[in-house]
């Protein structure tokens, strides 16, 4: 289930488990979209990223899903891992915008062993 | 190879001084962005350099804030009068400089705490 805590939405998975992490962006011109993932002290790591152009894209173990006209976003982690435990960040770059990035808020996932 | 190191890794400065960050980007890459993180929530885009130019300073809140690339590989960013609002993680990402599908990789952070 989801809950709320410390400004951060929290999804709790049993491990083994599949996860499920979603994201509304912002801008309807941004053509790239990214998922980092950050670990406590730590700065945020490349998960998988995927153009504006395509509606899915898979890599080990995850899959990021484009849905343009609602503006959403989502990452699939398959057989969720206690290393999985971390925050999640979606982040896109408004087309308009160079290549700077804007990020989401930021979902926090805690593997239950 | 080395990722984007930065240093200090724990900066604590008392309001009002001077404090400069450093990064060190992986080599080879031309573009370097900086970002700043406040807890709990996710990194704002402060400035981005491609080569030795800042291409893009938007994101600096005021000019308390500064940073240079003089020879187009290490940055410093530079806060002057520091102000207990500026602690937070600012963070260094570094790539090879295109546009399309351009992946920024992250250093670990500099956490600066204004007292």
């Known amino acids: 289930g989801e809950s709320v805590g410390l400004h951060l939405p929290t999804l709790s998975v049993q491990e083994g488990d599949n996860s499920i992490i979603n994201c509304a962006y912002s801008n309807s011109a941004s053509d790239y979209f990214i998922w980092y993932k950050q670990e406590s002290g730590k700065g945020p790591q490349f998960i998988i990223d995927i153009r504006s152009n395509m509606d899915k894209r898979q890599g080990q173990r995850v899959t990021v899903l484009l849905n343009k006209t609602v503006k959403h976003l989502s990452l699939q982690i398959a057989a969720t891992q206690p290393g999985d435990s971390a925050v999640y960040f979606c982040?896109?770059?408004?087309?308009?915008?160079?290549?700077?990035?804007?990020f989401g808020g930021g979902t926090r996932v805690l593997v239950k062993p | 190879g080395a990722g984007v190191s930065q240093t200090p890794s724990n900066k604590v400065t008392e309001k009002g001084k001077y404090v400069e960050l450093r990064c060190d980007p992986i080599s080879g890459h031309t573009a370097l962005y900086w970002y700043r993180q406040s807890l709990g929530q996710g990194p704002e885009f402060l400035i981005y350099f491609q080569g030795t130019g800042a291409a893009d300073d938007s994101g600096l809140p005021n000019d308390r804030f500064f940073a240079v690339r003089p020879e187009g590989s290490v940055s410093t960013l530079k806060i002057q009068r520091t102000e207990r609002g500026d602690s937070a993680v600012y963070l260094c990402a570094s790539s090879l400089g295109g546009y399309f599908t351009d992946t920024q990789y992250f250093g670990p952070g500099t956490r600066l705490t204004v007292l």
């Open positions: 982040a896109e770059r408004p087309k308009a915008a160079g290549n700077k990035l804007t």
